[in-house]
Nanobody
Framework: QVQLVESGGGLVQAGGSLRLACACS????????IGWFRQAPGKEREFVAA????????YYADSVKGRFTISRDNPKNMVYLQMNSLNPEDTAVYYC????????????????WGQGTQVTVSS
C-alpha cells in the first residue's frame, strides 16, 4: 500500500525559506512521478511543482517559478520542495502526490496523496 507523508512545514517570516519533504512507504519514488500541490483556506487545491522519473524533467506553476525547486533523492526514497523568498500568498497546506503518469501527477486526479503539511508565512 502506497503511503505518502509530508514534513517540514511551519511558520516562517516573509522572505524566508522552508524545505518540505515527501516520504513514500510502500513505493519506490524512482518509479513514480511526484508532485506538490497546495490549498489555501477557501481556495481550490492548486498545482505547485512536479518531477518525473528523470530529475531533469520538472514543472512549476508560474507563481513559484524561480523561487521553488523540486528534487528527488532516490537512495533515500524522498522528494523535496525547497521554497525560497516565501510570501504570505504561499500560506497553505502543502500536499505531495504520486502517480505513474507525469500528466496525472499535475492534476488532482493523481493516484496517491499525503495528508499535507501546513506552511504559514507571516508578513
Amino acid at each position: 500500500q502506497v503511503q505518502l507523508v509530508e514534513s517540514g512545514g511551519g511558520l516562517v517570516q516573509a522572505g524566508g525559506s522552508l524545505r518540505l519533504a515527501c516520504a513514500c512507504s510502500g513505493c519506490t519514488v524512482s518509479s513514480y512521478a511526484i508532485g506538490w500541490f497546495r490549498q489555501a483556506p477557501g481556495k481550490e487545491r492548486e498545482f505547485v511543482a512536479a518531477i518525473g522519473w528523470s530529475v531533469s524533467t520538472t514543472y512549476y506553476a508560474d507563481s513559484v517559478k524561480g523561487r521553488f525547486t523540486i528534487s528527488r533523492d532516490n537512495p533515500k526514497n524522498m522528494v523535496y520542495l525547497q521554497m525560497n523568498s516565501l510570501n504570505p500568498e504561499d500560506t497553505a497546506v502543502y500536499y505531495c502526490n504520486a502517480d505513474r503518469s507525469l500528466v496525472a501527477v499535475r492534476t488532482t486526479a493523481a493516484d496517491y496523496w499525503g495528508q499535507g503539511t501546513q506552511v504559514t508565512v507571516s508578513s
